[in-house]
């Protein structure tokens, strides 16, 4: 860890003190903190990582190479740690207070099956959830379940005055809430062609994004590409089958996301 200094900024700024928008993400502040952001950082603890990426986008003016910067030090951080421990992908993407991964899976499918989330708070990890496991269910019924429980979340966080975000790697489980739920209400909870499957579930996520979805960014994200909040939340759908728990129930702590993401892929 780093403890931001006067000399750190100073490596970190232009000759005019200039700070652009991904470093002040990497200080933990926002664009309306520009004009104080000295101040704001001080004695703040850094990662190692976010010092170093900090002084590497030092005085770059293009927004693309800034980027690139940004995407090839990932990579390198990869490459250090093996890709085992996967230097966490909310940095940079993270909009809200509160940023909340989801995942589901089933073994086979159908199989056994379970739901996870990662929870992270000012861009550090947090908590993380288990449950929902079904002897016979469906990676389509566990990831709703997952996104259900992380609307459950997000709408007490937003009672608490805090922004979230919420990302999901399921497109499916999205689209049933965003897009497809809207005409099926219409239509009296029909559809042309069949049943709609995961009803019930469907209908509970779909009222309760609807009764939050002003504070609340659902996102989706690719399974499996380097987001550590993503990995973490798969790894809890299978621990939630291992441990067969029917509860959504917090993982206890202490965290060692290293041993985690050497868990069973789901």
């Known amino acids: 860890m780093q403890i931001v200094t006067e000399a750190l900024l100073q490596l970190g700024l232009d000759k005019s003190n200039t700070i652009n928008a991904e470093q002040l993400v990497l200080l933990g502040l926002k664009e309306g903190d520009v004009e104080n952001f000295t101040a704001l950082s001080l004695g703040k603890e850094l990662s190692d990582a976010r010092a170093e990426l900090f002084v590497l986008l030092a005085n770059i003016k293009a927004k693309t190479t800034r980027k690139t910067i940004i995407s090839n030090y990932k990579d390198l951080q990869k490459f250090r740690a093996g890709e ?90 999205i689209d049933c809430i965003q897009t497809w739920a809207i005409n099926w209400e219409k239509k009296g909870w029909t559809k042309k062609g069949g049943e709609i499957k995961n009803l019930e579930i469907i209908k509970k996520a779909y009222f309760l994004y609807n009764e939050i979805s002003a504070e609340v960014n659902l996102s989706h994200i690719k399974a499996h590409a380097g987001f550590q909040g993503n990995e973490l939340a798969d790894r809890m759908t299978m621990y939630a089958i291992d441990k067969k728990s029917k509860e959504f129930v917090r993982y206890p702590e202490p965290i060692d996301v290293i041993k985690l993401l050497k868990m069973r892929v789901g």
Do not use: F
């Not at 230097?87 to 809200?96: A, C, N, P, V, Y």
């Not at 589901?104 to 992270?120: E, H």
């Not at 288990?130 to 709408?155: D, F, Q, R, V, W």
């Open 84 to 173: 085992s421990s996967l230097e966490d992908e909310t940095i940079l993407s993270q909009k809200g207070d509160v940023c909340i991964y989801c995942d589901g899976g089933c073994n086979p499918n159908p199989g056994k099956a379970g739901s996870g989330v990662a929870i992270y708070r000012g861009e550090k990890l947090s908590e993380l959830w288990y449950g929902l496991y079904e002897p016979m269910g469906t990676n389509n019924t566990a990831e709703l379940g997952a996104l259900y429980e992380s609307l459950m979340i997000a709408k007490h966080e937003t009672e608490l005055g805090n922004k979230v975000e919420i990302k999901c790697d399921s497109k499916y489980s």
